[in-house]
């Protein structure tokens, strides 16, 4: 099992960027499909962005695209969110997974975000 440890939130202005960090540990990296969820006080857990294990393709949620971008260093066993032009609508826990076809998804701990007007 993989084990995931998200890192980089923060407080931020309105139009501001933060990069999110999530690091994988106890198995190998290698093979999963990695994304990040978000969850705002009171709300449902919600997809992201995701990155592929084959071919790096990537998808993002609609509210995200042109905004955000998600990136993997399979070397460092780490993934990345960058985030930019931030709105106070982005203030959500953000959360790691990692999953392959069989397993998962696995969960980080998660990472406040908050985006001040």
Excluded: H
């Excluded at 084990?3 to 990069?19: A, D, P």
């Excluded at 042109?66 to 993934?79: C, E, I, L, P």
């Excluded at 959360?95 to 969960?107: D, F, N, Q, V």
């Amino acid at each position: 099992q993989v084990q995931l440890v998200e890192s980089g939130g923060g407080l931020v202005l309105t139009g501001g960027s933060l990069r999110l960090s999530c690091a994988a540990s106890g198995r190998t990296f290698s093979g999963y499909n990695m994304g990040w969820a978000r969850q705002a006080p009171g709300e449902e857990k919600i997809f992201v962005a995701s990155i592929g294990w084959n071919d790096n393709s990537t998808r993002y949620a609609d509210s995200v695209k042109g905004r955000f971008t998600m990136s993997r260093a399979n070397a460092k066993d780490t993934v990345y969110l960058q985030m930019n032009s931030l709105k106070p609508e982005d203030t959500a826990t953000y959360y790691c997974y990692a999953r392959t076809a069989l397993s998962g998804p696995y969960w980080g701990q998660g990472t406040q975000v908050t985006v001040s007007s």
